[in-house]
Structure formats: C-alpha cells, structure tokens
C-alpha cells in the first residue's frame, strides 16, 4: 500500500466514508487485481514506488487467464510510478503517473466519477495517461490539510482513434483528537472524474459539474470499537445538472481485533 497524501480519511473502516473521499481514484486503476511493485525511500526526503498490475475485469482475475487479450502482458494492465517529496517533517509532496490499458474501455477513472468517465469510447479498448499532484501538509499537531488534482488522457484504441479527458480534485481536512483522544472529524470537497472534452465521441461529454461535499466524525469508543456518523452531498449527480441534489447519511461502526 503507498502513502496516499491523505492519512486521516485513507482507512476503509476508519477513514472517509465514501470510496472517493479516501483517496486520489489514481490508486483504484489497478481494480483489486494482482500485481507486484517496490517502495523505496532513498532518504528520509524522498522516495519512489513502481508498480504493474493486471486489473480484473468483470469482476474476474485475468493475470491467470491464458486465453488471447488476457494475462499478464495480452490485456488489460496498469504501469504506476509515484515520486514521494518531504521537505519538512510537516510537509509531503507526491508526483503521479500512470500508464493504463483497459481492453474493454470500462473503469478508466478507478470505478469513481461519472459513467461516461469510466467508459468514455462506449467499450472500445482504452488506452490512458494518468497525471496527478498531490499534497498533505500537517498545519498543527492535530490539524492535516490535503488536496490533490488529476488529469486523465485516453485514446481510443481502434482505427477511428479520438481522445478524451478526465478531470478531478479534492481537499480534505482531518481535525485529530476531536472530542476525544483517538477521535477524528474529516471534511472533503472535490469533483469526481469528470469527462470535459472527447474528439471520438462528440456527444459523450458531462454536461455540467458535480460537488462532493463530505463530513464524517470517526469516534473512538475504545481500542477495538469506532463509530462513524457521515453526511454525503453530490450537486448535479453524474455531472448533469438535470439531475436532483442527493444526500447521503450513513452511520458505521467497526470493530478491530
């Protein structure tokens, strides 16, 4: 797992309570499939992590399918590179990019965004490069400010060509020991993918723009107990502002042994 630039929302069960909120949708590219990479730290300032992995797609494992457009190397795959930069202990900086093949054009924004995002050639095999900036900068000793932006390049991967790109961004803020010793209150703003221009698909373009407003309280009932109360607002849901604002309460709880 490679730092993210969000540590206080990164956790599944203690972190933001949406899959966008805890992370740059970059990390998702690689589909929960397998994969190998490296982290390595060549001083306390700098680092670098280089990964391949091979995504599942439909749900299923491919790296062991033998049959043509499958496999490690014959479908779809995901080369990631991150170059990590501390100039204080206060400060992290992150350098993101990823080189992305989706033999059915489908999960092209990480499963996050608008449908279109994800599927921007109607499942033409995609080609994709994904750029990101990102950034945590602890502003006291219980006070982190994170943010990060990303752009997406794909290319249809047929004769007629065409490309397309992705936009998305977010700040979050996690206020530690709120309340209580081991308790944390979060806050996210952003804009999931978002496809803004597409030369092979004129039409297939979101419209309008979509907000993620977020807040979650992580509270600590003891070592092994949190429960986490969560309020989730989209603006113009699936980038189109035909459709109706939604909100989004949800309670968690989780256990930890």
């Known amino acids: 797992n490679y ?7 990164q956790a599944a069960g203690t972190g933001a309570v949406t899959r966008f909120g805890r992370f740059n949708p ?5 589909g929960e499939g397998a994969g190998i990479g ?7 300032g700098l680092g670098f992590a280089l990964s391949y992995a091979v995504p599942r797609v439909g749900g299923l494992e491919t ?3 033998p049959t043509a457009g499958n496999g490690l190397f014959n479908g779809s795959n995901v080369l990631f590179s991150q170059l990590t930069l501390k100039p204080s202990d206060d400060v992290n900086l992150g350098l993101i990019y990823a080189r992305a093949y989706n033999s059915t054009g489908t999960g092209v924004s990480g499963a996050n965004g608008s449908t279109i995002a994800n599927n921007p050639f109607s499942g033409a095999p995609t080609s994709a490069n994904h750029y990101s900036l990102a950034a945590s ?8 400010l994170s943010a990060w932006g990303g752009l997406t390049q794909a290319q249809r ?5 065409g490309n397309a790109d992705i936009w998305n961004y977010a700040a979050t803020l996690a206020v530690k020991d709120f309340g209580s010793k081991g308790s944390t209150l979060g806050f996210v703003v952003g804009m999931q993918p978002k496809l803004t221009s597409n030369s092979a698909i004129a039409t297939r373009v979101d419209p309008a723009t979509s907000l993620h407003l977020e807040t979650f309280y992580k509270y600590k009932v003891s070592d092994n107990l949190y429960i986490t109360p969560g309020l989730l607002m989209l603006t113009n849901p699936e980038h189109n502002s035909g459709n109706p604002t939604e909100y989004l309460g949800t309670i968690r709880t989780t256990f930890v042994f």
């Open 157 to 161: 991967e047929t004769a007629a060509g």
């Open 63 to 65: 790296a062991n399918n």
């Open 38 to 44: 490296v982290d390595h730290k060549f001083s306390p």
């Open 137 to 144: 900068v602890n502003l006291s000793k219980d006070l982190i």
């Open 3 to 9: 730092y993210t630039f969000n540590p206080e929302h």
């Open 26 to 30: 970059v990390y998702r590219l690689s």
